[in-house]
């Protein structure tokens, strides 16, 4: 219900609040130097790409791997490269339980969390008239379960901390129905989490941001596959998949000071396929 123009006007305790207090210069707003950033899906694709734009302006990165132990190669590799300290932690996210515990430990081993980036996700692509139930529950437990455990349990730390970033991996297909793949589950759990990461941004507004991102697609293992690839270079004005190394730039962004003003935000990066 809407107030009256004078009942709007009266003056409210601890309003308007302070600016953050963050350097006005905007190289320096990207600096992550003493900042502690979670991210999981890490020993490839996006997350990999994500773990490096963090260690490249100088943050501490926890790498969350599922089967692929290319992440404590990695993990290693990145720590000697830029100086930052690293660790890998297997963790299923789909089980709530290890979610816990692995979160508890990156708090023993760094201090705090500064910033957990819930990029895992998985597709099994198929009409619904095709996909079995195990196969939509599979997708579910790790693209809508594996979020909620994760932010759930990041979350807690932060209220506690008083400070904290989440950064949703969402996608496109949140918003458009892909083709020529009919897909309803995975593009079911990809706005199930975008509007639940805009939730969370409101719920948590005295503690933390939330925003997602929602990428088009970007060559990984989850990228266009063989039957779709002519049709996403025809689709995207661009004319291509995105490179990783084009996505680092907004995850970075989104977890530095240069985005304090940011929050319950799903941007989309996508050369353009949802445009027509
Ligand atoms: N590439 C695209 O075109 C595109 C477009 C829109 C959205 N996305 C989203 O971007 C995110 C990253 O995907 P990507 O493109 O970088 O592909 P990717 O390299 O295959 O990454 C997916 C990651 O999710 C992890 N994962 C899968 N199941 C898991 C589980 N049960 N527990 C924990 N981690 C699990 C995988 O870990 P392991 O390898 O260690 O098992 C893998 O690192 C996904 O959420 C995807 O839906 C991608």
Same mark, same amino acid.
């Given at each position: 219900?809407?107030?009256?123009? @004078?009942?709007?006007?009266?003056?409210?305790?601890?309003?308007?609040?302070?600016?953050?207090?963050?350097?006005?210069?905007?190289?320096?707003?990207?600096?992550?130097?003493? +900042?502690?950033? $979670?991210?999981?899906?890490?020993?490839?694709?996006?997350?990999?790409? $994500?773990? !490096?734009?963090?260690?490249?302006?100088?943050?501490?990165?926890?790498?969350?791997?599922?089967?692929?132990?290319?992440?404590?190669?990695?993990?290693?590799?990145?720590?000697?490269?830029?100086?930052? +300290?690293?660790?890998?932690?297997?963790?299923?996210?789909?089980?709530?339980?290890?979610?816990?515990?692995?979160?508890?430990?990156? $708090?023993?081993?760094?201090?705090?969390?500064?910033?957990?980036?819930?990029?895992?996700?998985?597709?099994?692509?198929?009409?619904?008239?095709?996909?079995?139930?195990?196969?939509?529950?599979?997708?579910?437990?790790?693209? $809508?379960? *594996?979020?909620?455990?994760?932010? +759930?349990?990041?979350?807690?730390?932060?209220?506690?901390?008083?400070?904290?970033?989440?950064?949703?991996?969402?996608?496109? /297909?949140?918003?458009?129905?892909?083709? %020529?793949?009919?897909?309803?589950? &995975?593009?079911?759990?990809?706005?199930?989490?975008?509007?639940? *990461? +805009?939730?969370?941004?409101?719920?948590?507004?005295?503690?933390?941001?939330?925003?997602?991102?929602?990428?088009?697609?970007?060559?990984?293992?989850?990228?266009?596959? @063989?039957?779709?690839?002519?049709?996403? &270079?025809?689709?995207?004005?661009?004319?291509?998949?995105?490179?990783?190394? @084009?996505?680092?730039?907004?995850?970075? !962004?989104?977890? /530095?000071?240069?985005?304090?003003?940011?929050?319950? /935000?799903?941007?989309?990066?996508?050369? *353009?396929?949802?445009? %027509?």
């Amino acid at each position: 219900m809407s107030m009256t123009v @004078e009942e709007a006007g009266v003056e409210r305790p601890g309003f308007p609040k302070p600016f953050p207090n963050t350097p006005s210069n905007v190289l320096e707003q990207f600096q992550m130097k003493g +900042k502690v950033t $979670v991210v999981n899906g890490a020993a490839d694709g996006i997350g990999l790409a $994500v773990a !490096y734009a963090m260690a490249e302006a100088g943050g501490n990165v926890a790498l969350w791997y599922n089967s692929n132990h290319a992440a404590i190669t990695r993990a290693e590799e990145i720590a000697k490269e830029f100086g930052v +300290k690293t660790k890998a932690y297997q963790v299923a996210v789909e089980n709530a339980d290890a979610v816990e515990k692995t979160m508890d430990e990156v $708090v023993n081993d760094f201090g705090k969390i500064d910033v957990f980036v819930a990029n895992a996700g998985m597709a099994i692509s198929k009409p619904i008239l095709e996909q079995t139930l195990p196969e939509y529950d599979k997708q579910m437990s790790v693209n $809508v379960n *594996g979020v909620v455990y994760c932010a +759930k349990f990041a979350g807690h730390h932060f209220k506690r901390q008083g400070f904290g970033n989440l950064i949703i991996t969402s996608s496109m /297909s949140a918003r458009i129905v892909n083709v %020529p793949i009919d897909q309803p589950i &995975y593009n079911g759990t990809k706005a199930f989490i975008s509007h639940f *990461g +805009k939730s969370l941004a409101h719920e948590w507004k005295d503690f933390a941001r939330v925003n997602i991102v929602s990428p088009g697609f970007f060559d990984t293992k989850m990228g266009a596959g @063989e039957k779709v690839i002519n049709e996403a &270079y025809r689709m995207t004005p661009l004319g291509r998949q995105g490179h990783t190394k @084009e996505i680092k730039g907004l995850y970075l !962004y989104l977890a /530095s000071d240069a985005s304090t003003y940011m929050t319950g /935000s799903d941007v989309l990066i996508d050369g *353009g396929y949802c445009l %027509p």
